[in-house]
């Protein structure tokens, strides 16, 4: 459906929270809450570079510019020593969940390495399962939609995304939903896990690469053809390689972006320096996403506010893209039609009450 929003409808933080969306690109060790942290650090006697919120926030540059993405992920060591336990992962799951469904995103997909919470003796399985409860536990209360996608770390060797990606396949059809490789883009090329993807492709799994973020669009190209990726997340180089951008654009290929995120990683140097409105007015398929709610300081709901204040999006824009959100989920297609059905018949709804209600009109001094 192409969204045509009212005329005279403003634009409000409001708005944007009661419309129906999605986040797509969610790491789970990137988005917990600073008490939760705090607390799970006394419970386990892990030691934190900070004992109060403020500080802890600083410590992981929460919602600052970092030289470089290898800046950036220096924070998750925090998150990570305090998610090695079965209860800290299950918390972790379900309060993101929970923190999601109340900004009303109605389809969640969280992403992680097991691989990254096995230093206190967990087996994988139980990194797995653990999470798996709490986005079910989240769902039971809020009614929220959830997937988990596995992550293989560029960074790690390529045997270990072997076994993530066997593990993926194992637990298809039970809460994973998705195969990714995340983690420092520069030196580590997408093909050298190619078999694991191999693995994941044989199995019909749904697959994603982080692509185009801190490395040229070689980068989204190897993610494409060698690991046969289903959608892109970042992408924001692609731009500089006009002919792979038409081949993303006329294979319907969805890029997760996540605006702010890539402002704090420096594959931006501004939001209204980012490429988002340029791909979208282009006709690519683009999705926005908080990548890190906890270390970007964000939700979704901040991202499509950004995205219209700084980028330069219109509501009209804006509704288009968060249907694309659902168009871009890795769920069966007739759960995703009926999804969409719902969603659609909502954001109407929605646009409806919000131009029913009386506009605020500035007095004179």
């Known amino acids: 459906m192409d969204w045509v ?12 929270r009661a419309l129906p969306k999605t986040d797509l690109h969610c790491h789970l ?18 030691h934190l570079p900070a004992d109060t919120e403020d500080g802890l926030a600083k ?73 798996l409860e709490g ?39 039970r809460g994973v939903i998705g195969f990714d490789l995340a983690g420092a883009e520069a030196d580590f090329p997408a093909k050298d896990h190619k078999e694991a993807f191999q693995l994941i492709l044989r199995n019909n799994v749904n697959c994603t690469a982080h692509a185009g973020e801190a490395f040229g669009p070689e980068s989204i190209s190897q993610a494409i053809h060698y690991l046969g990726a289903h959608r892109i997340g970042h992408g924001t180089r692609l731009r500089e390689d006009g002919d792979l951008l ?16 890539n402002v704090q990683t420096g594959a931006v140097p501004s939001l209204d320096a980012h490429p988002l409105k340029f791909y979208f007015d282009y006709g690519l398929r683009v999705t926005i996403n908080t990548d890190n709610r906890l270390i970007t300081d964000t939700s979704v709901t901040k991202e499509l506010w950004l995205a219209h204040k700084e980028i ?36 109407t709804r929605t646009l409806a009450a919000f131009e029913k209600r009386p506009q605020m009109v500035k007095q004179p001094a």
């Open 29 to 46: 060790d990137g988005s917990m809450r600073l008490r939760t942290i705090l607390e799970l650090a006394e419970q386990q006697k892990v």
């Open 59 to 131: 410590a992981i540059h929460m919602g600052e510019v970092c030289k470089s993405l290898e800046d950036y992920l220096v924070a998750f060591d925090v998150t990570l020593s305090v998610l090695q336990t079965a209860d800290a992962l299950y918390r972790a799951a379900y309060e993101l969940a929970v923190d999601a469904a109340a900004e009303n995103v109605r389809y969640l997909e969280v992403r992680y390495s097991p691989a990254l919470h096995l230093k206190q003796g967990l087996k994988m399985t139980t990194v797995i399962d653990s999470v």
């Open 312 to 347: 330069g999006l219109s509501l009209e824009d804006l509704t288009t893209i968060i249907v694309s959100g659902f168009k871009s989920a890795f769920l069966p297609s007739r759960e995703k039609q009926d999804l969409l059905r719902q969603v659609n018949a909502e954001i």
């Open 5 to 16: 929003a009212p005329p005279a409808l403003p634009v409000t933080e409001e708005l944007l």
């Open 246 to 261: 038409n081949y993303v654009n006329d294979h319907r290929i969805p890029l997760e972006v996540c605006p702010t995120s």
């Open 135 to 173: 986005l079910r536990v989240a769902k039971r209360e809020t009614g929220i939609k959830c997937g988990v996608i596995v992550c293989g770390i560029r960074h790690i060797n390529p045997q270990t995304s072997m076994r993530l990606a066997e593990l993926s396949v194992a637990y298809k059809n």
